[in-house]
């Protein structure tokens, strides 16, 4: 009885081989799948330390300065985000995110930033980027580790640069391009 049984496994095991490579049932790949959105969008940020900054240290080491480029500070940010350049360009969203010095000489930080949208094409969609860079370099490039909404499984990367900078009132201007593959 058990020699009949492993007869027919073994006969139906042979049988489905052969018809599984007769008949191949197509899919798409998913990068067939997968969309591609470039943009670029504007960061305004504020980091003078007055009631309207938008970008400060939180936590650091008791007893030290607390500064971007102090190793171990911790900095929130919560920058208005732009089609353009200008202040009164179209408002699309926030960049809102923490970043840490990391390095003991302060030039690398570890950042956590949320692209959240807020325009009409995205309202409701994030893109998730997370990565280490030199803080001073002209280009900065992270990972984009998720999204949501319209940019759901997002992948991809964002570079973040410095496009202008007021000393005077601590204002930085960030042109961020983004490129993510999501579905």
Avoid: C
């Avoid at 939180?58 to 353009?84: H, N, P």
């Avoid at 280009?139 to 973040?160: D, I, L, N, P, Q």
């Amino acid at each position: 009885m058990a020699t009949k049984i492993a007869y027919f496994y073994m006969v139906f095991i042979v049988v489905l081989g052969i018809a599984m490579v007769m008949f191949p049932v197509s899919a798409k790949a998913d990068d067939e799948l997968m969309k591609e959105t470039k943009m670029t969008v504007y960061f305004h940020d504020y980091s003078s330390g007055d009631p309207n900054s938008t970008d400060l240290p939180v936590v650091g080491f008791a007893g030290k300065r607390w500064s971007f480029t102090d190793f171990g500070t911790l900095a929130v940010a919560d920058d208005q985000m732009t089609e353009g350049p200008e202040p009164t360009s179209a408002i699309v969203g926030r960049g809102q995110g923490i970043s840490v010095a990391i390095s003991l000489d302060g030039i690398n930080t570890y950042v956590s930033l949320s692209l959240v949208f807020t325009s009409e094409a995205y309202n409701g969609s994030t893109i998730q980027v997370l990565g280490n860079s030199n803080q001073f370099k002209g280009v900065r490039e992270y990972s984009v580790v998720s999204g949501t909404g319209k940019f759901r499984y997002a992948r991809g990367y964002v570079t973040v640069e410095t496009f202008s900078f007021d000393n005077a009132t601590s204002y930085a201007l960030l042109r961020v391009n983004v490129s993510v593959h999501h579905y």
